[in-house]
């Protein structure tokens, strides 16, 4: 059987994954994944798991056998399941200088590597004590080539995730004063530091194995189901964006640049593919009511929902409605748009 992680993006239809340390929400996921005949990734943070326990009081090896007891309990073979982790980097400690936060990450990372875990999202983008609140791509590729030398001496069959995918744990703790847009090149400049710095590390191989950077799986998704709806002569693509990919956000440069990278490729993707029948939109959904943010502390989350013109959280089923309607034909003539979900969020900030 081929390495499930060397061929992620290659299947059109992706696969079941969440980040969750909850039992619940595994099994969940897993009976979902084995109904659909898919691959299960299930992933932690370092906040939730690490070499102290995290807040789950799990660590990675803990992990990884809670993992795969709830797999044979709801019947899910083991060889089509990927753990992983995710946002690995300091900032559980970035309250401490960086030489003790990267200290407490190295060995957070060796505990993950050990324990076989290797689908590892290296995420060193957040300042420590004294430092700003995002670090420039130098820092964070340093500091990611060190985590990753960490996990290639427990083994050289990890495979890497670069950048970063979705806003810190917690999402932003001050106040947003100024929006700073930032352009998809950013995306580019990020991948070309990070393989310099690995490069010089001794890491080249290891960069070898670096099989997303936010925009990829966009980009690989579409480059696998492109050719079979040319053939067909119809089709509808639809991708996830973010009201920060429109408007930019304080602290997230790397987020920012990859989400308003996929609003260029869906409006680059609306001119090449129409004459083929073929439509592709976005969606930019604002602040929605998941575990991550609604897991925030009280005051940080009821002064995010001040801003909201509209007074509430969005719903994860007002954003599936607005895919739903995209992919209708009551849509057919709408093509390279990017539908904002934000309760007028962005325009009331």
Not at 3 to 10: A, E, F, K, V
Not at 170 to 176: P, T
């Amino acid at each position: 059987m081929s390495d499930p992680l060397r061929t992620l993006g290659r299947d059109p239809r992706g696969i079941v994954s969440v980040c969750s340390a909850h039992p619940l929400v595994i099994a969940a996921a897993l009976e979902e994944a084995q109904a659909q005949g898919q691959l299960g990734l299930i992933e932690c943070t370092c906040n939730q798991v690490n070499h102290l326990g995290g807040y789950t009081g799990l660590t990675p090896a803990a992990f990884v056998t809670q993992v795969k007891q709830i797999a044979r309990d709801v019947g899910f073979p083991e060889d089509r399941l990927i753990i992983g982790g995710d946002h690995l980097g300091p900032n559980p400690w970035k309250h401490l200088p960086a030489d003790e936060a990267m200290a407490e990450a190295r060995e957070m990372m060796r505990a993950y590597a050990e324990a076989g875990i290797r689908k590892l999202h290296l995420d060193c983008s957040m300042g420590c004590k004294g430092e700003p609140v995002a670090l420039d791509d130098e820092i964070t590729a340093a500091r990611a080539a060190e985590l990753c030398k960490v996990a290639e001496a427990a083994g050289d069959d990890a495979v890497y995730i670069i950048g970063t995918e979705i806003p810190a744990p917690g999402g932003a703790h001050q106040e947003l004063t100024d929006l700073e847009p930032t352009a998809p090149a950013a995306v580019r400049a990020t991948f070309a530091v990070h393989k310099r710095v690995f490069d010089a590390a001794g890491l080249g191989a290891a960069f070898d194995r670096v099989i997303a950077v936010n925009l990829k799986g966009v980009f690989n998704c579409t480059q696998a189901v492109a050719p079979a709806m040319i053939r067909q002569g119809s089709g509808v693509i639809l991708n996830a964006s973010s009201v920060v990919g429109l408007d930019g956000n304080f602290g997230q440069t790397n987020y920012v640049a990859t989400k308003a990278g996929v609003v260029g490729m869906t409006k680059v993707w609306a001119r090449e593919l129409g004459r083929h029948g073929i439509r592709v939109n976005a969606l930019a959904p604002g602040l929605i009511a998941t575990e991550m943010l609604t897991s925030m502390p009280e005051k940080v989350l009821d002064g995010m929902i001040k801003r909201i013109p509209l007074g509430r959280l969005g719903k994860p089923e007002e954003v599936a409605n607005a895919y739903l309607f995209l992919a209708s034909d009551d849509a057919s003539f709408i093509s390279g748009e990017v539908l904002r979900v934000d309760g007028a969020f962005v325009v009331g900030t």
